[in-house]
């Protein structure tokens, strides 16, 4: 089998080879994630810093340890979300008391949502940062050099409960 020429343009001059097809737009990183073109990690996603070799893993955060009736294990509870807080703004928590079958079935639903298709998801895209649902990435190009690997979903559950109400599971 042989390659087949390319397309040209034919003007009055010369025939010219047409360019290739522009990009697809992308709107949200799942969509990059599961694009078949996709063989590396666009330039615009890789944030590097300069690194100490320490291997210093991301804190964890005890929390049965807030309800001890020992007040020294409180207070390391309380000490260990200082230091988490302060020195690597996000933590990981254990022993937080959610069952791990619902953390489950909300990963589950959440999913739903963001296999949902493009036309559905800009409804839930406000201008403003305190909507109590906001859905979104971080295409921003006119502010960002480098973008997060994410797509995200914010709802407000407290003291109102928010929910999008697609996908119906969700609700």
């Not at 050099?145 to 797509?151: A, E, L, Q, T």
């Given at each position: 089998m042989t390659a087949s020429p390319p397309l040209l343009r034919h003007n009055s001059a010369a025939?010219?080879?047409?360019?290739?097809?522009?990009?697809?737009?992308?709107t949200c990183v799942k969509k990059l994630a599961e694009s078949p073109e996709l063989n590396s990690i666009p330039s615009n996603y890789a944030y590097n810093t300069e690194t100490t070799g320490s291997n210093e893993s991301i804190p964890t955060v005890d929390l049965s340890l807030l309800t001890s009736q020992n007040p020294n294990l409180k207070s390391k509870a309380i000490k260990d979300l200082e230091i988490a807080c302060q020195d690597w703004g996000f933590f990981m928590v254990v022993n937080h008391g959610i069952p791990e079958e619902l953390m489950k079935g909300m990963?589950?639903?959440?999913?739903?949502?963001?296999?949902?298709?493009?036309?559905?998801?800009?409804?839930?895209?406000?201008?403003n940062v305190l909507e109590p649902i906001r859905y979104g990435t971080s295409f921003n190009t006119e502010k960002e050099?480098?973008?997060?690997?994410?797509?995200f979903?914010?709802?407000f559950v407290h003291p109102q409960f928010h929910c999008p109400n697609k996908p119906e599971s969700l609700r």
């Open positions: 025939a010219t080879p047409l360019p290739p097809p522009p990009p697809p737009i992308l990963l589950e639903v959440v999913n739903e949502f963001f296999d949902l298709s493009e036309e559905e998801k800009p409804e839930f895209q406000p201008k050099k480098v973008f997060c690997w994410r797509d979903l914010k709802v």
